[in-house]
């Protein structure tokens, strides 16, 4: 519960993620803003974006962001800018580069896996012969048909 | 409230005799773990009959422990120190209640609990089991509570008392005073801890060597009513999320989010292989594999939210003890439990015979979709260590990763689903096993387009989405009608078919509404954020949110900033709103309530935030389309889980306790 606890105190929050004067005069701009912000990590928070989180350092990130984009670099390099001072602990995303390629293709490898164990047992069953069968024992029918019966 | 600080208090011994009942348990589960496993090894009926009295006097001592704890909160005695930590004697009487098990502590005697209740309820209900298998179960149930009694008294003893007691305590998190969260965690740890009983039926089946029709059917109504639990808990979780954190989210993919969902996506797998064991005596061995997989999850989101791991390698590192045992703990079990499984396996043959086209593929390709989306759940929730243990590299696996990864294996597993539980069993014709199903799923696409008509420029995610929601749906109601048979009186014979038919389509519609409203609020929200001075108002969607009044108000143990709003569709009138924002001065702590205005077809959701140095209050107003769907949805999964639950093969089960006869050894 105590894990719980630091989540939920992180949360919650004195004051509401993005704050009217943060908000950019362009729509436009500020809806990319609000996009790029839900994929950017609050750094003292868990598992929360900025765009959710009340921390001042998510504040602080998110008018960062937006400074970047009215200076006019596009979303990646705005993202960039960001990760180059925080790290690529800042992506909620993990990037398909490296090592985490192994985390971003275990689903699917584990799909093929798994697809090919159970079509092959498929395959085991749909050959068995019914001769592979034991029949129940006199005891058993007996016990079975009463349960069945109620 | 009438128990104040002051209240003369009367029954101190009550928190010795639980303390002494809990250490009594204890031993009590020793005796029940070693005695019937060696009576059912040498075939002695007299050891093996030991394992109901201790199942039953075992959950009566953790009852009464528990019952203790539980008083002691109730009375607010502050000599304990549990209750300094966690309670306040101004505290509403409901959170004095639920504190019990909101801490570390308390919540894993609630643990506990639910593990000797279940083991109880097996000696209980077990009646109709062979003798030695009844034995072995109740042993195998009694030494996880063997393990959980010696963490608790070992490590995480709540009856600990302090020598100078305080006048008042510190208060519960106000996060958790809160209706919705005081019920989530024994909702959740009835399923969780509910799959302990399926691990133990599993494990008794693997020393026993032998798993049949009839084992399917005892273990089924265990996991289902595990799983319903987990459905309800897992709901309660976050619909509190969605109302209370203030923003509306309603699953974040946090860990100890995940802890509870990888159960339930595994609960829900074995859910239908056990259908296959009991009905076709086959996918036998993969049946008892995810019995200990899914205990093994339980086991894992409980290390997960005990030991802090996740949170921070550092606080793990700062307190290791209770991570470490718990670690002990997973090991002993997953660890014993898979090398019988290697052992066992081989014994365990499958007999049905079936074609590739058969209802026995099709709820194997139902496993494969849950025990991937499982896996993949697991892969992104542990990465993080993994990439920091192995490559050095410090990353987040935040919502974007699990929205892309997690959400394809539940597009195929709507996709499969109509059609698998259309297939007949052994063999199946698939032309006109499809052939009822042609309409819906003409009718299902006409539904994603007019989504894709009305909503303008978007992503496919909506539309597809309530394809999917309306495919699902349908094409369960479709199977059932499908079972009436053909000609005169078909509705009547509706009525009469067996209440696990109905149970499986309530459960399956009910996955396609939560489907259909998660894709709805996903792609559909909006939100607006505004500095409102008294008088003002802002526009979002259709609606018009205007702010009358703002005012301060004293709560019984917080202060509040209550704002009233009323809320225009189109410029009429149709709901007044009051969201707040409270501080509990004791634990220092500020909470938002929104106000939601709820509707079937979208929420209207008003948070209230800060005076501004400008003037004014900010205002969020969002609109949450189909949000209450997705409980619903829930709602319907679990009801369906219930009425099958109460069908008659398995009241049977439960109701030939009292006439069956031992099976005489061999």
Known sequence: ?150 | MAWGAVAPYDGTMITELGHFALILAFAIAIIQTVVPLIGAQKRWSGWMAVAEPAASAQFALTAFAFGALMWAFVTSDFSLRLVVLNSHSMKPMLYKISGTWGNHEGSMLLWVLIVSLFGAMAAWFGGNLPQTLRARVLAVQAAIGVAFFAFIILTSNPFLRLATPPFDGQDLNPLLQDPGLAFHPPFLYLGYVGLSMTFSFAVAALIEGRVDAAWGRWVRPWTLAAWIFLTIGIALGSWWAYYELGWGGFWFWDPVENASFMPWLLAAALLHSAIVVEKRESLKSWTILLAILAFGFSLIGTFIVRSGLLTSVHAFANDPERGVFILMIMAFFMGGALILFALRASVLEAKGVFSIVSRESALLVNNVLLAVSCFVVFIGTMWPLLAEMFFDRKLSVGPPFFDAAFTPFMVLLGLALPIGSAMPWKRANIGRALRPLRYVFLLAVAVGCLAFVIQTGRSLLGPVGLFLGAWVVMGTIMDLWGRTGRGEGRLRRLTRLPRADWGKMVAHAGLGVTMAGIAGLTAWSQDEIRALPIGGSLDVGSYTVQLDNVERLQGPNYVSTVGSLTLFQNGKEISQLRPEKRFYPVAQMPTTEAAIDYNLARDVYVVIGDEQDTGGWVIRAYIKPLTNWIWIGCALMALGGMLSLSDRRFRVAAGAAKRATPVPAE
Request: glycine fraction near 8%; hydrophobic fraction near 45%; proline fraction near 5%.
């Open chain 1, 1 to 150: 519960m105590k894990a719980l606890l630091v989540a939920l105190l992180l949360m919650a929050s004195p004051a509401l993620a993005v704050q009217p004067d943060e908000i950019l005069s362009d729509p436009a701009l500020e809806e990319r803003a609000r996009d790029l912000s839900k994929g950017l990590r609050c750094l003292v928070c868990r598992n929360e974006s900025i765009d959710e989180s009340n921390a001042s350092l998510a504040r602080d990130l998110r008018i960062l962001l937006r400074e970047r984009l009215v200076a006019g670099d596009s979303d990646a390099e705005a993202v960039d800018f960001i990760v180059a001072r925080y790290g690529e602990y800042v992506l909620l995303n993990p990037p398909a580069s490296g090592s985490t390629w192994l985390l971003w293709g275990a689903g699917p490898l584990m799909l093929l896996l798994a697809g090919g164990l159970g079509y092959g047992y498929l395959r085991g069953r749909s050959k068995a012969t019914a001769s592979d069968q034991t029949p129940l024992s006199s005891e058993e029918q007996a016990r079975l048909d009463d349960i069945l019966k109620g």
